[in-house]
């Protein structure tokens, strides 16, 4: 299997975030859950990962990754040139992350919060764990 993406399932651009994934990712690489879902929390559970975290979470070969690591470790996989994103890799990741924690603590004020969620297409429905 791939990577496993978990992901704020009420934030706007969370969920905006994944269409642009999915669209980015024509072999299928990623698979989807929200971290309020049962599976997320259960993912979050087996990795031991604090289940406050305000953060895009990313699984790949039994490792996860948060905050702008996982961000950077996705754009890695993707088509086109978003793999060129991974070279901020070399920044520190205190200074990455805190411009990430700065993102993140304005994007429900910035993009709003899901009262609803959005059906998947048929083909992006077998994409999400849940």
């Not at 299997?1 to 024509?26: A, E, P, W």
């Not at 994103?85 to 700065?102: D, S």
Request: with cysteine; glycine share 6%.
């Amino acid at each position: 299997m791939g990577g496993i993406i978990l992901f704020d399932g009420v934030c706007h651009f969370c969920n905006s975030s994944v269409q642009f994934i999915m669209k980015r990712d024509r072999a299928a690489f990623f698979k989807f859950a929200s971290l309020q879902s049962d599976v997320g929390q259960a993912l979050l559970a087996q990795y031991k990962i604090p289940v406050n975290i305000d953060s895009v979470v990313y699984i790949e070969q039994g490792k996860f990754y948060v905050e702008s690591t996982a961000a950077l470790k996705i754009s890695r996989r993707l088509d086109g040139l978003w793999p060129v994103c991974y070279g901020l890799i070399v920044i520190p990741n205190f200074i990455r992350n805190a411009a990430y924690k700065l993102f993140a603590k304005n994007r429900y004020r910035l993009f709003g919060q899901k009262q609803v969620c959005q059906l998947p297409t048929p083909s992006q429905r077998e994409r999400f764990l849940e």
